[in-house]
């Protein structure tokens, strides 16, 4: 290889270099110096500057230590990831924190909603609620591994699922719509309080 071809190459993996801070402090519900400590702890993890799901994982099983945070991680990846690279940039991670931890809430409703639809069709089927439940069971260390008991796990999941599936869906078509979601949120102080607490839980 000769010099031409190593400066080439330095090219190609050039390291991805976010917006100044000032612009992502005008973007986000973030002051210069949150994001400049953010960024810190960011580039820390990801040297890189972006993430891709498996580090993504790993970074989010060491605030779960007691559970499996691998499928929720997965879920909340998909929330956060740009479609064409599969990656998480700093500004993506910065953009959703900012609306879940800071946001309306019209706009921490539009990401649950978002983590529950899996398949991205605009609707929460129960399959794919007792899915990330079943993930936030697993996460939180409240349930069995699967390979020992299956049926605890399952059934703790699908019973929290059908308390409020059914709570949700007014127009009982079996599947959850993002007005059905915002309507039930309304009538329900509890949910209400738990959402303007997001900024220390995602």
Known sequence: MNDDDSDEFTIHIARYRPEEIHKLASKTKFTKKEI????????QECPTGMVDEESFKH?????FPLGDATNYA????????QKQTGKISFEDFLNILS?????SIQEKLQ?????YDLNGDGLI???????????????????????????????????????IFH??????DGVITIEELIN????????LKSLETLDTVL
């Open 99 to 103: 609306k879940v931890s800071r946001g």
């Open 184 to 191: 039930w949120v309304s009538r329900d102080e509890r949910f």
């Open 125 to 163: 089927s129960k399959s794919e609620m007792i899915d990330v439940v079943t993930s936030i069971y697993e996460m939180l260390g409240n349930v069995s591994s699967r390979a020992t008991q299956p049926a605890v796990e399952d059934n703790s999941a699908k019973d929290h699922v059908e308390r």
């Open 59 to 63: 970074i989010f099983s060491q605030f």
């Open 74 to 81: 997965h879920y909340v990846f998909n929330t956060m990831k």
């Open 111 to 115: 990401w649950v909603f978002g983590l």
């Open 167 to 172: 709570l949700i869906d007014t127009n009982k």
């Open 36 to 43: 400049q400590l953010m960024y810190r702890g960011f580039k």
